[in-house]
Nanobody, 121 residues
């Protein structure tokens, strides 16, 4: 089993920055694919970014603004979000354990509880 705990969400003005963290415990390793998804009210959960041994993957909507990184010693993945827009407002979920297409939510085995990000205009 793997447990994921997100932190770092909050309220920020448009153009501001936030850094989300996802601490993993349990049977994890540097080979685990880790990803971030988000879900806005009334919308489906959508892919944001992922990282695994083969590289990093970004949704077009966040390229150049968001950066994913991981600290294997701490079993933690980070999502640095810059130049935030009101459209980025959502609950952000950390996910782990994907096989195959890391941009697809159903490929992931484990999920965190989510952290709210609100960007005001």
């Amino acid at each position: 089993q793997v447990q994921l705990v997100e932190s770092g969400g909050g309220l920020v003005q448009a153009g501001g920055s936030l850094r989300l963290s996802c601490a993993a415990s349990g049977r994890t390793g540097s080979n685990y694919a880790m990803g971030w998804f988000r879900q806005a009210p009334g919308k489906e959960r959508e892919f944001v970014v992922a990282i695994r041994w083969s590289g990093t993957y970004y949704a077009d909507s966040v390229k150049g603004r968001f950066t994913i990184s991981r600290d294997n010693a701490k079993n933690t993945v980070y999502l640095q979000m810059n130049s935030l827009k009101p459209g980025d407002t959502a609950v952000y979920y950390c996910a782990a354990g994907a096989t195959g297409d890391v941009t697809t939510a159903r490929r992931y085995d484990y999920w965190g509880q989510g952290t709210q990000v609100t960007v005001s205009s």
